[in-house]
T-cell receptor
Framework: DVKVTQSSRYLVKRTGEKVFLECVQD?????MFWYRQDPGLGLRLIYF???????EKGDIPEGYSVSREKKERFSLILESASTNQTSMYLC?????????????FGPGTRLTVT | AQTVTQSQPEMSVQEAETVTLSCTYD???????LFWYKQPPSRQMILVIR??????QNATENRFSVNFQKAAKSFSLKISDSQLGDAAMYFC??????????FGTGTRLLVSP
């Protein structure tokens, strides 16, 4: 079974702090994704990566950056956390085309910025 | 831009009954995939069912089936013999370029005994 893990289930940070959210997958997937989930808005793509050191902006990249130094690990960085970044963050991974584009999700990190 | 619309924020069903969740999408692509994902209260999102647009036959997975109407750009999920464990948020999604998915806003399904 594919397993996607996230470093924390719950996180509380103060405004202005630098925040790191870590995601690790164990199935050698090329693609990795970071989403933000808010009630009534569904899942919105922040950034994705299709290879090591490669990244592409999603729909809402402002205030975020990412890092992918190893194939299995994809980090989301909030350079200076703000209260409007309080949300649920979901990481996902997938194989390249040919596998139906199915994405496998981690359990999520509930981030609260005070 | 591709969009996915789920017009039912919440649906209710009784155990053993059937419920249908609606989804419409907008794309100019001719070949694509559509998905239904389930997110139980524990928050781990899992794939329920997948449909390839070039396949005429509707996908089925046990009690879950879809009604895929390509011309109408409609992709509804039918859950038969509903169980308490079916209670969750359900998201409809469509793939876009670079293996990305576009998600709808979700439908919360409540299941009562």
């Amino acid at each position: 079974d594919v397993k996607v893990t996230q470093s924390s289930r719950y996180l509380v940070k103060r405004t202005g702090e630098k925040v790191f959210l870590e995601c690790v997958q164990d199935m050698d997937h090329e693609n990795m994704f970071w989403y933000r989930q808010d009630p009534g808005l569904g899942l919105r793509l922040i950034y994705f990566s299709y290879d090591v050191k490669m990244k592409e902006k999603g729909d809402i990249p402002e205030g975020y950056s990412v890092s992918r130094e190893k194939k299995e690990r994809f980090s989301l960085i909030l350079e200076s956390a703000s209260t409007n970044q309080t949300s649920m963050y979901l990481c996902a991974s997938s194989l390249s085309p040919g596998a139906g584009y199915e994405q496998y999700f981690g359990p999520g990190t509930r981030l609260t910025v005070t | 831009a591709q969009t996915v619309t789920q017009s039912q924020p919440e649906m209710s069903v009784q155990e053993a009954e059937t419920v249908t969740l609606s989804c419409t999408y907008d794309t100019s692509e001719s070949d694509y995939y559509l998905f239904w994902y389930k997110q139980p209260p524990s928050r781990q999102m899992i794939l329920v069912i997948r449909q390839e647009a070039y396949k005429q036959q509707n996908a089925t997975e046990n009690r879950f089936s879809v009604n895929f109407q390509k011309a109408a750009k409609s992709f509804s999920l039918k859950i038969s013999d509903s169980q308490l464990g079916d209670a969750a948020m359900y998201f409809c999604a469509q793939n876009t370029g670079f293996q990305k998915l576009v998600f709808g806003t979700g439908t919360r399904l409540l299941v009562s005994p």
